[in-house]
DNA sequence: CCAACAATACGGTACAGCTCTGTATTTGAT
DNA sequence: ATCAAATACAGAGCTGTACCGTATTGTTGG
């Protein structure tokens, strides 16, 4: 049972795992640096070290490319925990990960690539942000019923809210903020929605 | 004196101002269509009705024109007051001007031409954002000592996550989204935060 | 066990077609 | 005379396909 995992083996010479790796990080690497819609095929092919044919028979058209890059990008980065024992816990995570210039960039690419390339976003959604987002609304409704957040206040909508101050500081923060003053804004930011550390007691 | 506006008639054949508002209208259709970096001056030529050389005579390269062009269409928005009497007429305003589906575009093209053209969120900033910005301070800062926000509410920061739930509206929700429907999520974005449009006080 | 073969990938090259850029030149309006 | 507008031109990049010679695998037959 040499051939169990459903790959039926092809027959011929096989495809080169590491034009594979090489075409799909070259495809990240330009989507970031210069965009979805600028990102040329030729471009990606010949920063991978390959020919634009090589690239041509793996994938049907650059959305289909681009699409595979970033499942690959955040799948490779998805193995670490989605959930976390608290909101403070949770903050230092989306902090760790926001202060990495790469994150920023990808998620603003991915942001203004909405109305070219709503594949893209969908795609992240998909392969990293609808599981994140689950693990988000526990955390939230942990902390409602822990009573560090207003009882009426509203999780889906304050996870809204979220992403936008998210939105919001990618956009108007140099990529250079450190982790740690990340992590301020976004504690402010629950600050103001009536989060608090220290449950409000008796 | 009929050159008494201080410009001083050149000689020779004086520039088409039909050509210039077609010029800069184009533009901004081209840039809502396909963005910044899609569109080419010669398209926006072609869009025009002009040749690409009556573009290139007037602005330098596609930058300028965009910038240009982005000023001159807020330019004859903001001439609507961007002072309010109140929160909720404010809302009323926002709810109006993201109701249209060309404002959300235009946004979004912004917002998402950061990276590559950050002049034209600038020239936005520049000629309309930073007076908003201003009557949206001051209307939050009357509602706070009305009583209608917490006392210890942190106004510019309540200001950037309501650019935040903007910038999540737009990406999330569809451009036909009723301008009913998006002053309720504002509403919404303002309740979580604490503001109560009847007084709290006995 | 080894040789020949089929099937496929790869690099390289080429091609036609398209779009865009930037400048230069000509024509035309005031 | 002076400038605007239209036209023309040279150069560059990207796309998508096609072909070649070579490399790498599995299969078949001796």
Chains 1, 2 share one sequence.
Do not use: C
């Amino acid at each position: 049972m040499s051939e169990g995992t459903a790959t039926q083996r092809r027959p011929g010479r096989p495809r080169s795992q590491e034009a594979d790796a090489a075409i799909l990080r070259a495809a990240v690497d330009l989507l970031v640096e210069r965009g979805a819609g600028e990102a040329s095929i030729e471009q990606i092919a010949q920063r991978a070290g390959v020919t634009r044919a090589t690239v041509y028979r793996r994938f049907r058209d650059k959305t289909q490319l681009l699409v595979q890059a970033v499942e690959a990008e955040n799948g490779a980065q998805s193995e670490s925990a989605l959930t976390w024992p608290n909101v403070d816990r949770m903050l230092d995570d989306w902090a760790g990960y926001l202060g990495h210039s790469r994150h920023r960039r990808i998620l603003r690419r991915l942001y203004g690539a909405l109305d070219d390339f709503p594949e893209l976003l969908a795609a992240y959604h998909e392969s990293y942000g609808r599981r994140r987002a689950e693990g988000v609304r526990d955390t939230l409704h942990r902390a409602r019923e822990a009573g560090h957040l207003p009882a009426d206040v509203d999780i889906d909508f304050l996870q809204q809210l979220l992403s936008g101050a998210v939105l919001h500081h990618l956009g108007a923060y140099p990529d250079t903020t450190g982790a740690d003053e990340i992590r301020e804004y976004l504690a402010t930011a629950l600050r103001q929605v009536g989060y608090r550390p220290a449950p409000p007691g008796p």
